[in-house]
């Protein structure tokens, strides 16, 4: 089974410390949360997967890490300052403030108000998603000069870096680079949990090759990300690709699909189950082009005076110059992180009749591989011999050790975080120098001897 909605993710997050609302105590800020200490785990193995599966695991990407803050140049030529636009109205009833794209619409194709359903909205005007700052102490907030933005993608930092990484590590197409980073968006009607937030986190990759590969290399990815989604845990039933309409490509792509995630279980309504979880976009040369110092316009004018670099690409085997496409598989960390917990929640009822939550995450996933509970916390040979597996373990898995309950309830708890393994030290353990292993999916128990514990959760958990 998987969560029967995001609600009940919500509510486990902030019962064990997955994820809390932001600025609680201060009354909380609109769609900000704060990652708590089994959340911040499960954020880093997400982020970590991702990176050995892109950058170690393969012979072609390198790893970038730009700053969030770039000259204001880089999103007037990327086209961000120009186009980075939602269509905003505002409901005159309800005084609500809505994105148009994302309406229903009426038999008359007038768009309704989707909080209390009048079509009596403002005409649409656009507005720029980019967080704006100034730099330097001496500016003042209408300092033009001073102007700056909150990046609202990592990709950029990575195109103007183009030639730096090339010339460095000396690759030759294709070849691809990769980071994962904040970014930031003043998005018009953020919500669902951590689904859309205003501050979030990307992995992106941008694979650069030559146009006639392009195509090709673009399939592939779209198959690789649908297999690495999986090995994360996330099972194909609840995933599906979505080919983006012309009208819905962003300004830079030739080709977007989607592969969305069931995020929405509870509807009715099959095909509004569904959400972009990550985007895997055909850029074109576009980007490589528009940050370049070369091309002219029509007139023979430079499309950018301002750049002092130019990003082409020299085939030596071909001895042909060029500006390479590039294949961009996006995702966030945290809509990643959303399907996972949806994806491994699960009910189990036990001997008792009593409901219990089970978080069955993959091993790799997991915040914490092993728990390392006494059966007798007034013994202290029993807890001694507990802490210290838990001190042996934790050099190659991440191991906690817990007393602050009866056993009953510290397997539930474990259960409830996903913990794939409790390993439980009892009077018998001191004698035969052997612990009992509880499956956290099965509940069985089995005895492992001291000597072989270690090997023994390593193949099922590292
Ligand atoms: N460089 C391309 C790009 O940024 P995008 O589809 O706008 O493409 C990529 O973003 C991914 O980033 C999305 O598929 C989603 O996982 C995540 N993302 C985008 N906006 C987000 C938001 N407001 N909150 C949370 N995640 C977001």
Known sequence: MSAPNIETIVSLSKRRGFVYPASEI?????SSWDYGPLGVELANNIKNSWWRWIVYERDDIEGLDSSIIQNRLVWKYSGHEQTFHDPLVD???????????????????????????????????????????????????????????????????????????????????????????????????????????REFEQMEMEYFCRAEDAPRLHQEWIEGFRGWLQSLGISDRNLSLYEQTKE????????????MYRYFPEREDESKQWDELM??????????????????DAEGKRINPDSTEDLSYFDTATNER???????????????????????????????????VILKLAPEM????????PLAKNKPEIVEMAKKIKKDLQRSMRSVYDDTGGIGKLYARQDEIGTPFCVTVDHESLDDNAVTVRDRDTWGQERISMDQLKGYLARRVV
């Open 248 to 259: 819905e490509l962003a300004h830079y792509a030739e080709r977007t699909v989607d592969i």
């Open 322 to 356: 060029f500006y390479p496409y590039v294949i961009e598989p996006a995702i966030g960390v945290n809509r990643t992180l959303l399907a996972v917990m949806m994806d491994a929640y699960t009910e189990k009822t036990n001997e008792k009749g009593e409901m219990r």
């Open 279 to 296: 985007g895997i976009a055909n850029r074109t040369d576009y980007d490589l082009r528009v940050h370049s110092k070369k091309p002219e």
């Open 91 to 197: 409901c005159r009833d309800c005084k609500t403030r809505l994105r148009e794209d994302k309406l229903d619409r009426n038999e008359a194709g007038k768009p309704v108000c989707s909080n209390c359903g009048s079509t009596n909205l403002t005409e649409s005007r656009p507005f720029n998603l980019m967080f704006r700052t100034t730099v330097g102490a001496a500016s003042s907030e209408e300092d033009e000069a001073a102007l700056a933005y909150l990046r609202p993608e990592t990709a950029q930092g990575i195109f103007i870096n183009f030639a730096n990484v090339l010339n460095t590590s000396r690759r030759k197409l294709p070849f691809g680079i990769a980071q994962i980073g904040k970014a930031f968006r003043n998005e018009v009607t953020p919500g669902n949990f951590i689904f859309r937030t």
């Open 26 to 30: 201060y009354g909380g800020l609109g």
């Open 366 to 373: 997991a915040p914490i591989k092993v728990a390392v509970l």
